[in-house]
């Protein structure tokens, strides 16, 4: 992930607190992971394990930050190497979020199966959202990892595609509830489930941010897309 420094214990310590940063993303990977199952085969039991990784991902994530805390303190890094350890700080937070939006799905799946409506509502269709943010999250970690600002940019484009899942089922969504108001909450319960993943999605693309900051050194948040392809160039 990094170049080479002067000194070799700080490449070490570079790449100890990158490689615990993958191993917390394939963490909250297989949390999501675990959640769409859930979701798709409506699986209480799949549901209780996510909920299980929710206390390992924040172990994790305060781990980190304690060794980022020390690694700054010691070394005093400017330039790239500072961009580097902020944008890793932020993505285990961001890792962490997306791994509560993952215990929020498991959470619902388990209200849907309590109410007795899980297959009568349009749950199916939310699985293609929640694979699409899964992999999203899966790139946007590997761009991260190789420092690859094109791979970011990508992946910027692909969350709009998550947004348009997300209105096209709320609008669904809408229908149901007003033909048959006995489906109003369940369909509730899937919206929120809908709105986690758009937010995972939104994570991901939060991490590809930080993968350009790093790389290019410029802030791109709330940038239009012609203006981050311009920078990324």
């Known amino acids: 992930m990094t170049d080479k420094h002067l000194s ?5 310590e570079l790449s100890g607190v990158s490689s615990r940063v993958m191993e917390m993303g394939g963490l909250v990977e297989s949390q999501i992971r675990t959640a769409v199952y859930a979701l798709a085969q409506f699986s209480s039991e799949a549901a209780d394990q996510v909920t299980d990784m929710e206390t390992r991902v924040n172990t994790m994530e305060v781990d980190i930050d304690r060794e980022l805390s020390s690694i700054i303190a010691r070394r005093q890094p400017t330039a790239r190497d500072l961009r580097l350890l902020i944008a890793i700080s932020k993505t285990t937070a ?11 799905i498991a959470r619902m799946v388990r209200s849907i ?10 749950a199916s269709e939310l699985r293609v959202a929640a694979d699409l ?19 970011a940019v990508s992946i910027l484009k692909e969350d709009n595609a998550i947004d348009k899942e997300f209105d096209g089922f709320v ?3 809408i229908t149901y509830m007003m033909e048959d108001p006995r489906t109003i909450s369940p369909s509730l319960d899937l919206l929120f489930l809908a709105k986690a993943i758009e937010r995972i999605g939104d994570h991901a693309k939060n991490i590809a941010e930080f993968t350009i900051y790093v790389v290019k ?9 012609e203006a981050i392809e311009s920078v990324v160039r």
């Open 113 to 122: 199966i309590e109410s007795g409506s899980a297959r009568a509502l349009p």
């Open 94 to 104: 961001n890792l962490e979020r997306a791994g509560d939006e993952a215990e929020k």
């Open 133 to 151: 943010a899964s992999g999203l999250l899966r790139k946007a970690l590997d761009a991260f990892a190789r420092l690859d600002a094109n791979s």
């Open 8 to 12: 070799s214990q700080f490449d070490s």
């Open 171 to 173: 609008r669904k969504l």
């Open 217 to 225: 050194g410029a802030d791109v948040r709330h940038t239009s897309m």
